[in-house]
């Protein structure tokens, strides 16, 4: 029942962003776990897995998702009674979401130092993470202007802009199409991440790859803040990060585009930017260069190539 509630406000994007769809996930586990009626454990696992096939189907892109379920779940077959099953799963959603707050605290700390005063910085999307960073540095006292996109067709630079205002931070706001326009004028873009492939490719919201384009063009420094659990296991097996396409309406009214029969709406959330587009990728375990995704997959995810075969 938990799990079904959340779902459905992960799939309409009432809850949002990679790191809170995460965290949303391994709290409705915990409840769904709470809230059980089962008493035999095979009853009880059942349960649990058909939650967290929900949760996990809801957004296919962001990879935070199936990691935050997967170590919530972990060990649970091992589970001799019902009450261990659900005390396991108690103690892994509390553990992950509390290992993740801080995640998000260690980012702010690490990528507000590669921030300097007087930097105008650029930002797509609503980033947790990447703002984060932006408003260590304003608090520690640096003085920075951010530029924030428009983010079609979600509007989410409008959450981010209320963010920055709230701060305090100067905040300029642009179509996202002006970005070329600007990156001139910026001395740092910071971003967040929906998913970081072994080759060190970042998944994030639709346009990240043009506007780390422009900004290479331009020989402005690219930065990625995204915490060790939004780093993919599967692409070391081959396995491709698969990009959410979202409903036509989000774009084109349906109204209008039933008068337009010739005409197919495409609406990807999100693109892949290459690695050499990237200057450093901010973890909670410090900066890396995205060519060294493999490393923090192998190290700091765990896992063993073998749990997935
Ligand atoms: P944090 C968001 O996805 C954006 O793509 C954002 O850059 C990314 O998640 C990371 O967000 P959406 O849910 O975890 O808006 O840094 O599609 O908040």
């Known amino acids: 029942m938990f799990s079904t509630e959340t779902a459905e406000k992960i799939k309409c994007m009432e809850i949002r962003g990679a790191g809170r769809i995460a965290r949303a996930a391994a709290e409705a586990l915990k409840n769904e776990a709470l809230g059980s009626k089962a008493t035999i454990t095979a009853a009880f696992i059942g349960e649990m897995e058909r939650a967290a096939a929900l949760l996990v189907a809801t957004r296919p892109t962001a990879v935070s998702l199936p990691n935050a379920v997967h170590m ?19 103690q892994r959603a509390d553990a992950f979401i509390h290992s993740s707050q801080h995640a998000v605290e260690k980012i702010a700390e690490f990528g507000a130092r590669h921030i300097r005063d007087g930097d105008t910085i650029l930002t797509h999307c609503n980033s ?50 002006a970005v070329r326009s600007f990156i001139s004028d910026m001395d740092l873009v910071i ?11 970042v998944v994030n919201k639709i346009g990240t790859s043009q506007v780390a384009h422009a900004a290479y063009e331009a020989r402005v420094n690219v930065l990625v803040a995204a915490e060790t659990y939004k780093f993919a296991p599967r692409t070391i ?15 084109l009214p349906d109204e209008i585009a039933r008068t337009l029969p010739h005409v197919t709406v495409r609406n990807p959330a999100f693109d892949v930017t290459p690695a050499e ?6 973890t909670e375990k410090g900066a890396i260069p995205p060519q060294m995704a493999y490393l923090i997959i192998r190290e700091y995810l765990g896992w063993d190539i073998t749990e997935f075969n």
């Open 191 to 201: 971003v967040g991440a929906d998913a970081v492939t072994v080759n060190g490719a």
């Open 237 to 251: 097996l081959g396995e491709e990060i698969q990009i959410e396409e979202r409903p036509a309406g989000e774009v």
């Open 72 to 90: 919530v779940m972990a060990g649970l077959n091992r589970a001799k009674t019902v009450d261990e099953a659900r005390v396991g799963i108690v």
């Open 128 to 177: 947790e993470v990447a703002l984060g960073c932006i408003i260590e540095a304003h608090r520690l006292g640096k003085e920075i202007e951010v530029f924030a996109t428009e983010v079609r067709p979600r509007n989410q630079g409008l959450i981010t802009i209320r963010t920055l205002n709230d701060a305090g931070i100067k905040t300029n706001f642009i179509v996202d199409s």
């Open 277 to 282: 587009f990237i200057d450093l990728i901010i």
